[in-house]
């Protein structure tokens, strides 16, 4: 059977050095970092991609492994392989660069999870890492990429210097993107539980699977917190090896974040505008695009999130995006997930605690309004 490269997990990535912040930074000197990578989908091969996309310095890898995770930050032995480039053991990636690895003799299924170690022999500036990753690594002192367990380690709600994992399936395997915001990338739902709205629209997947590109707190036409959408298009989305679906949840930040952030607040037009260049893009890539709703977060307990002008936009563009020709299809989420008595705000029993992001139940039934057939 003919077999083709495809991108088996993605994680975006954002810069260290942007002024609105809302985790802790990561710096690296003369430590291992052990990082889960939950598979979206398998095939016989592997090659991992790292970045120093947003370093201003070289970043020296002094050691780089992948094995299938046990438990915690242990490896399944027989699993573990070195990842080399270009035959080397170590490689050096220049400031605003990402290297791919050689093909790597591990054959791996869909919902593995992947452990990479990574050795930082130097000490490093802030790492190129992704928002919200909702699972833990572990960070250890000296080259412990052969260890099977860490000795000392530290654990950390982090992910750093990866972007994604290729795996040589079956040709014609269709892969979507799921390109957005918290609603994607899981913020809200258990860490370590892979239950994201992402992870549960996989579970429904008899063929083919979704990796996910969300970033918490990330707006579709303003930057910070990381790129905005359609700026990162291109790069995050349209270069996805056998991507052929796009599925979009953008507009909870536009509207939210300018009143904790001091900002003008995005407008219905500008949203719509925004919407339908990002879906014209998409297009002229020959891939589908389905968008979903924006959520509810009347009942947000951050200062300045939610007002009564911010919640009337969400509703404007909501009519507009139900009622649209602009995508190949919708995913109704803020009426799945909206408690019936006050439209505006999460069900009480789908609300993570902070009125603005989904609990795990809550991610599932947003997975749940994805509509198969919009797929393949």
Do not use: C
Request: charged share 20%; net charge negative; hydrophobic share 45%.
């Amino acid at each position: 059977m003919a077999q083709q490269w495809v991108a088996g997990y993605r994680t975006a990535v954002l810069s260290p050095y942007e002024q609105a912040r809302l985790v802790e930074l990561r710096t690296f000197a003369d430590q291992t970092v052990r990082e889960p990578l939950f598979l979206a989908g398998g095939g016989e091969r592997i090659r991992v991609r790292l970045s120093n996309r947003f370093g201003r310095n070289p970043l020296r890898i002094g050691a780089a492994r992948v094995a299938v995770q046990a438990k915690a930050d242990a490896i399944v032995l027989e699993t573990d392989r070195a990842l080399l480039f270009d035959g080397r053991s170590e490689v050096t990636i220049p400031p605003g660069g990402e290297v791919v690895s050689d093909d790597v003799p591990l054959a791996v299924e869909a919902k593995t999870l992947l452990a990479l170690s990574l050795y930082l022999p130097d000490g490093s500036e802030p790492a190129t890492y992704s928002h919200m990753p909702m699972e833990n690594a572990f960070i250890a002192p000296g080259n412990q990429t052969e260890s099977t367990e860490l000795d000392a380690s530290e654990t950390a709600e982090a992910r750093v210097y990866v972007t994604g994992v290729d795996v040589l399936a079956p040709e014609g395997t269709p892969v979507a993107v799921a390109f957005g915001d918290s609603w994607f990338e899981g913020t809200g739902t258990t860490v370590g539980g892979n239950a994201r709205s992402v992870d549960a629209l996989n579970e429904r997947l008899a063929r083919g699977w979704v990796v996910n590109l969300g970033i918490s707190g990330n707006r579709l036409l303003t930057d910070e917190i990381g790129e905005h959408a359609l700026s990162r298009l291109d790069r995050d989305v349209l270069s996805v090896p056998g991507a052929t679906h796009v599925l979009l949840n953008f507009g909870i930040n536009d509207i939210g974040l300018p009143g904790m952030l001091g900002e003008p607040a995005a407008t219905a037009p500008g949203l719509i505008a925004g919407f339908t260049e990002l879906a014209a893009r998409i297009h002229a890539a020959d891939l589908r695009v389905l968008a979903a709703t924006i959520g509810p977060f009347g009942g947000a307990i951050y200062e300045g999130i939610s007002t009564p002008d911010g919640l009337r936009v969400r509703r404007e563009v909501n009519d507009w995006i139900r009622g649209t020709h602009v995508f190949d299809g919708i995913f109704d989420v803020a009426r799945a997930v909206e408690d019936p008595g006050n439209p505006d705000h999460i069900r009480p029993d789908l609300d993570a605690g902070d009125g603005m992001h989904l609990n795990d139940p809550g991610a599932a039934l947003m997975a749940a309004t994805v509509n198969l057939s919009d797929l393949w």
